[in-house]
């Protein structure tokens, strides 16, 4: 069955603690992962696409990875700000995204 | 306007009311999603419409009825709804159907009474 998984669940840092989140993948025909930011209450926004092994995207603090098995959202110095829930999306060939059930990132000052 | 453009951003519905989600997107994309976001749950993709023709429908209950009019909008007519369909409904536009970043827009949050 095609899955995605996201780790940890809750992630709490201080302002300025660098670390990463997970996502882990069983699918089979990858076409491309996506990693989106979700405010609580708004919808999803688009940060990254990433579509081969070895590939990374990076925007401000964020720095997104790709392997055959797994992507890592690195952020590095994080602030307030940056609390949000970080949602990770598979896309197979001609279908719809499989998103994750993302990590919610919380940094206080 | 840009993005895309969901109304009403809250709804609250008794079990034997009729309503309609609207959502519009003006990114000039060709294909059209509705997802339903429960608390602790992955976001659950319902319909697909593809250039105006629905390409998925993931064993969606008949009490939530998609309408594609036009590349640029789309509808969920909800009727009789259960408690459990308490959600957030997100639409989202990708300007094709597969392998290509999706946009969503702010939701509407539903609440079934």
């Known amino acids: 069955e095609d899955q995605v998984t996201q780790s940890p669940e809750a992630l709490r840092l201080q302002e300025g603690e660098s670390s990463s989140l997970n996502c882990s993948y069983t699918v089979s025909g990858l076409r491309g992962l996506f990693w989106y930011r979700q405010d609580p209450g708004k919808g999803p926004e688009f940060l990254f696409t990433?579509?081969?092994a070895g590939e990374e995207k990076e925007k401000e603090r964020l720095k997104a990875t790709l392997t055959k098995k797994e992507s890592f959202l690195h952020i590095t110095a994080p602030k307030p700000e940056d609390s949000a829930t970080y949602l990770c999306?598979?896309?197979?060939?001609?279908?719809?995204?499989?998103f994750g059930k993302g990590t919610t990132l919380s940094v206080s000052s | 306007e840009t993005g895309v453009t969901q109304t009403p951003r809250h709804l609250v519905m008794g079990m034997t009311n009729k309503k309609s989600l609207k959502c519009e997107q003006h990114l000039g994309h060709n294909a059209m999603y509705w997802y339903k976001q429960s608390a602790k749950k992955p976001l659950e993709l319902m319909f697909v419409y593809s250039l105006e023709e629905r390409v998925e429908n993931n064993s969606v209950p008949s009490r939530f009825s998609p309408e594609c009019p036009n590349s640029s909008h789309l509808f969920l007519h909800l009727h009789t709804l259960q408690p459990e369909d308490s959600a957030l409904y997100l639409c989202a536009s990708s300007q094709e159907y597969g392998a290509t970043e999706a946009f969503f827009g702010q939701g509407t949050r539903l609440t079934v009474v």
């Open positions: 999306a598979a896309s197979l060939s001609r279908t719809a995204l499989i």
């Open positions: 990433l579509y081969s």
